[in-house]
């Protein structure tokens, strides 16, 4: 069987339904505290709690639906622009949008609810008090309700800062980890006595037969070592380049195995600039000639190419080992979180019982 897992995604300081509660709760609070501020000696704050105790609840509850639809608009804005003007895009730019349309947005929900009123009063045959005294009062409720938007939008704003900030940090190990984690893979491919011992092997009998073709082995055998040595701690590198790597690496496949194994490259030139992780075609190659057998007869066929997709694609027949031991998955594993960390693309792995395929997502290169 070969190598497969899952790897999850980090998650956010706090959830949206708390954001929910606790926005709501907060424009409660602020919006008091605000018009208190505002207007201390308000004739509104004699004798405040000394009204009829349903009049009270009747305003909280009228109030705490009020904080909710200003809140709940305001998650809704933030939400929205995320997905068509990140901050990372255009910090200055995102700021004024999301301040105009929270502006916008308030403004509107008072409008509507000075029409409620208006329109209650007229079916109640009452009329609505025009004094300078109300209309003060009105525009006042309205600065208020601006000031508290504003003041939930900048801790929405702030949670999101710090989410991004600790998603960043949290990321950035890991990323750490995963690329001390290649790091030591290729080390342990540099020292593996096994790997130099057969490869040292074929070079001597090469040598014996064929001194042009020994050195062609001995110069790609240096390549695949620079190679780790030089790219194992990049985060992406070219395609063009793992290519070039490939092909080192194969030249030695095919020295060693012979017509066991057999290779097709078929990869569009003008995908070449695009990137991907480091020796991700390498451990790829190498967990299928772990997991399959290599013989003349029936010679294991490893394809890589380019698909319509935008992504690369590596696959194999399936030719089992019997009585291999389970696999470690730390190859596919390896790869998958190096993905996870530097895009949101993620490869995908299929396996029908006869071929074995990884569809590598292609990063395009950022200037």
Known sequence: ????????????????????????????????????????????????????????????????????????????????????????????????????????????????????????????????ATSLEEKRGTIQNISISVMVALLIMGINIGIHLINNWKNESIRAAKLGQVILETELQSLKLQIDP?????????????????????????????KIYRYLLVNSKKDVIS?????????????????????????????????????????????????????????KKRSLKIKVYTNAHNQLVVENILIPIENVSESSGIGISNIIKRYDLLSNLQPEIMNNGKTFKVNLPLIEQTS
Not at 201 to 218: N, P, T
């Open 1 to 128: 069987m070969q190598d497969n897992t899952i790897y999850k995604n980090e998650k956010n300081l706090i959830s949206t339904n708390k954001k929910r509660l606790l926005f709501t709760l907060l424009s409660f609070f602020l919006i008091y505290l605000v018009a208190y501020i505002i207007d201390p000696f308000s004739s509104c704050w004699n004798g405040y709690f000394q009204r009829n105790m349903f009049e009270i609840l009747g305003e909280w509850t009228f109030t705490i639906i009020y904080s909710f639809f200003i809140s709940e608009f305001s998650i809704i804005v933030h939400k929205k622009l995320d997905r068509v003007l990140t901050w990372k895009d255009n910090p200055a730019e995102r700021l004024l949008i999301e301040t105009v349309i929270n502006l916008i947005v308030v403004l509107l929900i008072n409008l509507l609810l000075v029409y409620i009123i208006s329109h209650y009063f007229e079916l109640q045959n009452l009329t609505i």
């Open 239 to 295: 395609l063009e380049e793992e290519l070039n790597f490939l092909d080192s690496y194969i030249f030695l496949i095919k020295n060693r195995f012979g017509e066991g194994v057999h290779f097709e490259i078929n990869v569009d030139p003008a995908k070449s600039n695009y990137q991907l992780p480091p020796l991700t075609l390498q451990l790829l190659v190498e967990n299928a000639l772990k997991h399959n057998q290599t013989n």
């Open 194 to 222: 096994h790997f130099v011992f057969n490869n040292l092997s074929v070079l001597s009998e090469i040598i014996l037969e064929d001194q042009q073709l020994g050195y062609e082995y001995a110069e790609n055998f240096s």
